[in-house]
């Protein structure tokens, strides 16, 4: 069936792995390894740990911060504002999305502000949020969500713009109600966008909340950085970067991929 | 009477598609809609359907409406049972008995992709069974079906509409698809 075939076109994230083939779990494990090795032989060839401190330093006083408490609540603070700025983005621009995509009017007035937004810096936004709504948290949310939004709702429009006519009109003849209409009909057909979006937002979001802890946070990862920066210390930066990619990862494999392959369950029957 | 329908005049743009249609449709009655393609049966059908506001006239329609379209039209995404549940708006025993009045039983586990063509045409109108219309709207659902399947799907669609008889409107443009289960027959004709 046709739509079945696009919709495997744009599935596409994660293949599924050709028979006789190591589990995804073992070649996962195997690629951070590897990427440990490189690391700690790049350190071992500059043999400077002020410069570039190798696992062996790093990991120990990973271990110490998170004894004492502190990495557990700059971690927490970071990946709270992650989640606020994660779901005013995603909402405001799935709804963004889905309108532009569907009403070629609406998309005509609005797509030359998104092009304008989607090419506003980063940094831009989050200096003028700090100079209008001041040094707080809130300047913090929204200046992440409006560096978020325009990417979510430029992807969620092309999501919106390959919907099924058919489906929508068969929903309309059987007298289907619009909650019905959006979680059988709707959000099915997005779900392959929103999953993209998801991943592709987070790891977006969490970098631009540590430039905005960096200039102007007195908590989080991007504060601890800053602090750390000024003082040269390298291996106490490596330290928070590191340990906030590990949440990123564990929020992939434990949140995202479960939920990507429940959504792609239909596919592979 | 179920459906009642004058259109007066529907075009798009500068072209002008149906211009004073008038018929209706009462319970047990099968209008088989017949014309070469291009001329507007499909519009017409979505006119009658209300899925096309856009003309001059009035449609009536008197009770629930059901439709098969040309393509099986399903959400792949949800199982053949919850096909027929999340839109005839039926329970599951009643859809159990939808799938099995099509020769589907026991397939109701199954998503659309892991049946045949010839299976989802059936779950299709088993759709259209379930919900019990008053009135049916057929949109060449036997277009591109081999002409094997053609014979199975014709007598199956017609024992379904002798069973619940409802007010049927047939578009297609096979002549003896028309002469089999239609109790009237309408040309469209090309607009001059």
Same mark, same amino acid.
């Given at each position: 069936?046709?739509?079945?075939?696009?919709?495997?076109?744009?599935?596409?994230?994660?293949?599924?792995?050709?028979?006789?083939?190591?589990?995804?779990?073992?070649?996962?494990?195997?690629?951070?390894?590897?990427?440990?090795?490189?690391?700690?032989?790049?350190?071992?060839? *500059?043999?400077?740990?002020?410069?570039?401190?190798? /696992?062996?330093?790093?990991?120990?006083?990973?271990?110490?911060?998170?004894?004492?408490?502190?990495?557990?609540?700059?971690?927490? %603070?970071?990946?709270?504002?992650?989640?606020?700025?994660?779901?005013?983005?995603?909402?405001?621009?799935?709804?963004?999305?889905?309108?532009?995509?569907?009403?070629?009017?609406?998309?005509?007035?609005?797509?030359?502000?998104?092009?304008?937004? +989607?090419?506003?810096?980063?940094?831009?936004?989050?200096? $003028?949020?700090?100079?209008?709504?001041?040094?707080?948290?809130?300047?913090?949310?929204?200046?992440?969500?409006?560096?978020?939004? /325009?990417?979510?709702?430029?992807?969620?429009?092309?999501?919106?713009?390959?919907?099924?006519?058919?489906?929508?009109?068969?929903?309309?003849?059987?007298?289907?109600?619009?909650?019905?209409?959006?979680?059988?009909?709707?959000? /099915?057909?997005?779900? /392959?966008?929103?999953?993209?979006?998801?991943?592709?937002?987070?790891?977006?979001?969490?970098?631009?909340?540590?430039?905005?802890?960096? +200039?102007?946070?007195?908590?989080?990862?991007?504060?601890?950085?800053?602090?750390?920066?000024?003082?040269?210390?390298?291996?106490?930066?490596?330290?928070?970067?590191?340990?906030?990619?590990?949440?990123?990862?564990?929020?992939?494999?434990?949140?995202?991929?479960?939920?990507?392959?429940?959504?792609?369950?239909?596919?592979?029957? | 009477?179920?459906?009642?329908?004058?259109?007066? %005049?529907?075009?798009?743009?500068?072209?002008?598609?149906?211009?004073?249609?008038?018929?209706?449709?009462?319970?047990?009655?099968?209008?088989?809609?017949?014309?070469?393609?291009?001329?507007? *049966?499909?519009?017409?059908?979505?006119?009658?359907?209300?899925?096309?506001?856009?003309?001059?006239?009035?449609?009536?329609?008197?009770?629930?409406?059901?439709?098969?379209?040309?393509?099986?039209?399903?959400?792949?995404?949800?199982?053949?049972?919850?096909?027929?549940?999340?839109?005839?708006?039926?329970?599951?025993?009643?859809?159990?008995?939808?799938?099995?009045?099509?020769?589907?039983?026991?397939?109701?586990?199954? =998503?659309?992709?892991?049946?045949?063509?010839?299976?989802?045409?059936?779950?299709?109108?088993?759709?259209? =069974?379930?919900? *019990?219309?008053?009135?049916?709207?057929?949109?060449?659902?036997?277009?591109?079906?081999?002409?094997?399947?053609?014979?199975?799907?014709?007598?199956?669609?017609?024992?379904?509409?002798?069973?619940?008889?409802?007010?049927?409107?047939?578009?297609?443009?096979?002549?003896?698809?028309?002469?089999?289960? %239609?109790?009237?027959?309408?040309?469209?004709?090309? $607009?001059?």
């Amino acid at each position: 069936m046709a739509l079945s075939d696009t919709a495997r076109l744009t599935s596409g994230q994660s293949a599924i792995p050709p028979p006789r083939a190591l589990p995804n779990w073992v070649v996962r494990g195997l690629s951070l390894s590897g990427l440990l090795v490189f690391w700690w032989g790049l350190s071992w060839l *500059k043999a400077d740990p002020m410069v570039l401190p190798g /696992p062996q330093i790093v990991l120990p006083r990973l271990g110490a911060e998170a004894m004492s408490g502190a990495l557990w609540h700059h971690l927490g %603070a970071t990946l709270w504002r992650v989640v606020q700025a994660f779901v005013a983005a995603m909402s405001l621009g799935l709804v963004l999305g889905i309108l532009m995509g569907l009403m070629p009017r609406l998309n005509r007035w609005l797509d030359p502000w998104l092009v304008f937004f +989607l090419n506003l810096p980063a940094l831009v936004v989050i200096v $003028l949020c700090f100079l209008w709504i001041g040094l707080n948290e809130t300047a913090a949310i929204v200046a992440v969500a409006i560096n978020k939004i /325009p990417l979510v709702t430029a992807m969620l429009r092309e999501g919106a713009r390959a919907l099924n006519g058919q489906l929508a009109d068969m929903a309309q003849v059987f007298g289907m109600t619009r909650m019905a209409r959006l979680r059988h009909i709707l959000l /099915p057909q997005l779900a /392959p966008h929103l999953a993209s979006t998801a991943r592709s937002g987070l790891s977006l979001i969490w970098k631009i909340v540590l430039v905005v802890e960096f +200039l102007g946070r007195g908590q989080g990862v991007g504060f601890k950085i800053h602090l750390h920066f000024q003082m040269f210390d390298v291996t106490m930066v490596m330290v928070y970067a590191l340990s906030f990619i590990g949440v990123m990862l564990a929020i992939e494999t434990l949140v995202l991929q479960p939920l990507e392959a429940r959504a792609r369950r239909w596919r592979e029957a | 009477m179920s459906l009642h329908a004058a259109i007066h %005049a529907k075009s798009f743009g500068a072209l002008p598609v149906l211009r004073d249609v008038m018929f209706q449709v009462r319970r047990g009655e099968v209008l088989a809609v017949l014309g070469p393609s291009g001329v507007g *049966k499909s519009t017409l059908l979505r006119l009658l359907a209300g899925l096309d506001a856009d003309f001059t006239g009035e449609i009536r329609r008197e009770g629930r409406l059901a439709m098969v379209f040309q393509e099986p039209t399903l959400m792949p995404w949800r199982t053949a049972l919850d096909n027929l549940r999340l839109t005839a708006g039926v329970d599951a025993t009643q859809a159990q008995a939808a799938l099995a009045r099509v020769g589907l039983a026991g397939k109701g586990g199954m =998503y659309p992709g892991q049946l045949s063509l010839g299976q989802q045409r059936r779950l299709s109108l088993a759709r259209a =069974y379930a919900a *019990k219309p008053a009135i049916l709207l057929l949109d060449e659902p036997f277009v591109s079906l081999d002409t094997a399947l053609v014979t199975d799907m014709l007598a199956l669609t017609e024992s379904v509409i002798a069973e619940q008889r409802p007010a049927t409107v047939f578009v297609t443009h096979a002549q003896a698809e028309a002469d089999r289960l %239609a109790t009237r027959q309408m040309m469209l004709g090309a $607009l001059a």
